[in-house]
């Protein structure tokens, strides 16, 4: 008896005096967004699978026949469903990351107020970002690997590098999360800030950064605000990769520019999660 009680003594002082590390502590805020998903994941799947497939299907193959038609010098002589696919597939991430930031958090601060909750606990708001950071993540790469899959489908997969594309397309995705997400937790009387985003920024990335036609094609005063985009380093990246070999000095040009931002993001997120959740 007294072996069992020192022994429970003991695991008792170990559990007590036991401290989560920092990511354990994010696994933890990720497993409440599991949870949540495990409600919704069906229809997301078929979105998933339903959007590349009609777009690649009404965009590269039924207005990329008009497209060859015409020749495709411009597009590096490729057909334009393989111009299309790898730039659709990155623009697809910055979609999914979009989806999965604005409303979300919005909703878990000011609706359903289940940050508030989770700041209640030992989460700390750091732990709460880097959560749902582990989430949308995950989405990224469910979506991203659905995705691969049906550019296998349609044929358009040129070169192995593009198993790389998964992993830069999820890059890209992140790069736009963090920062949405630093932003969206701010807002605290309404979400009319999000139209803004989604009228002036989301479209005319989706449109403009080189997903649907070459950058090049821009007028020449507005192709630095193209080149400036994260959606552009993400698309051309994983063009470069479908391509084949891609010129060292550029891919690594291009993870830089969306790793420093999504640091800066990270970091931005942090201050701003703690801004609002400890009050």
């Keep these: 008896m007294t072996a069992a009680v020192g022994a429970g003594g003991v ?3 170990r559990e007590v005096g036991w401290v989560a590390g920092p990511w354990e502590m994010a696994v933890r805020a990720f497993r409440w967004w599991l949870v949540n998903y495990r409600r919704t994941w069906r229809g997301s ?3 998933s699978v339903l959007n590349p497939v009609l777009f690649l299907g009404a965009m590269g193959v039924g207005l990329g026949s008009l497209v060859d038609h015409h020749g495709t010098a411009r597009l590096g002589g490729l057909s334009y469903l393989a111009f299309l696919a790898p730039g659709l597939m990155a623009a697809s991430a910055m979609q999914t990351a979009v989806g999965e930031s604005l409303y979300p958090v919005y909703s878990a601060v000011k609706w359903q107020q289940t940050y508030q909750a989770a700041a209640a606990t030992p ?4 732990d709460i970002f880097r959560g749902h950071l582990m989430f949308t993540s995950m989405r990224l790469i469910m979506n991203m690997v659905i995705f691969l899959a049906i550019m296998g489908a349609f044929g358009v997969i040129r070169s192995p590098w593009m198993l790389a594309g998964v992993p830069v397309a999820v890059l890209t995705g992140l790069a736009f999360a963090a920062p949405l997400d630093a932003f969206a937790v701010t807002r605290k009387k309404n979400d009319q800030a999000f139209n803004v985003i989604f009228r002036f920024g989301m479209i005319p990335l989706f449109l ?3 997903t649907f036609f070459p950058v090049s094609q821009l ?3 507005i192709r630095p605000v193209a080149y400036a985009t994260p959606l552009w380093h993400g698309v051309a990246l994983c063009r470069a990769l479908n391509a084949g070999a891609p010129d060292l000095l550029g891919a690594l040009g291009h993870a830089c520019y969306l790793v420093a931002l999504l640091a800066l993001s990270l970091a931005a997120g942090q201050v701003t999660y703690r801004r609002r959740l400890y009050v």
């Design 11 to 13: 695991a008792g002082a």
């Design 208 to 210: 403009f950064s080189g």
């Design 45 to 47: 799947i078929y979105s």
């Design 123 to 126: 989460l700390r708001p750091t």
């Design 219 to 221: 007028p020449a005063w």
